[in-house]
């Protein structure tokens, strides 16, 4: 059985964020935030809701129980005082935390992910099938010889 390591995470995340763009409602600010106090501009994709929540639920599912604050850290940034001049040294920024959580939320309202009471979320056992069941797929259809040892 193919588990969701045994397929590159970048496209496990593009076939996953497929799946969840009809479960999951982009909220309204979105449009109007930054995804961490180090970026100068929203994100310009249309599916960036999606994927993130994609990039979350395979995050969680690695390295889980995992808390909003870790995830701050792992989606941040490095800045030099901005992106158009290096004016100083490096200095590292974390990610937006209201994306993440309220990400999280949804997908926990979608119960794929579920809250380790002091711990952070943790994956459930539908969240683990969605992402073993999509790199199955993904699996199938990549075409590349260094991988079929794995189906």
């Known amino acids: 059985m193919t588990t969701l390591y045994d397929v590159p995470a970048e496209d496990l995340i593009e076939a996953v964020a497929d799946e969840l763009e009809d479960e999951l409602e982009a909220p309204e600010w979105l449009a109007y935030s930054k995804t961490g106090t180090g970026r100068e501009l929203p994100p310009e994709q249309d599916d960036f809701w999606s994927r993130r929540a994609a990039s979350l ?16 850290t792992a989606y941040g940034n490095s800045e030099n005082g901005s992106t158009r001049y290096r004016v100083r040294p ?17 997908l926990e309202d979608a119960g794929y992910i579920e809250t380790a009471e002091g711990r952070g979320r943790t994956i459930t056992g539908d969240g683990r099938a969605l992402l073993d069941e999509t790199a199955e797929d993904v699996l199938e259809s990549l075409d590349r010889p260094e991988l079929e040892r794995y189906a």
Request: net charge positive; glycine share 12%.
């Open 57 to 72: 639920l395979r995050k969680v599912a690695v390295d889980g129980p995992v808390g909003v604050e870790r995830l701050r």
């Open 90 to 106: 490096k200095h590292k920024q974390d990610g937006s935390g209201n994306v993440i959580r309220t990400a999280l939320q949804q």
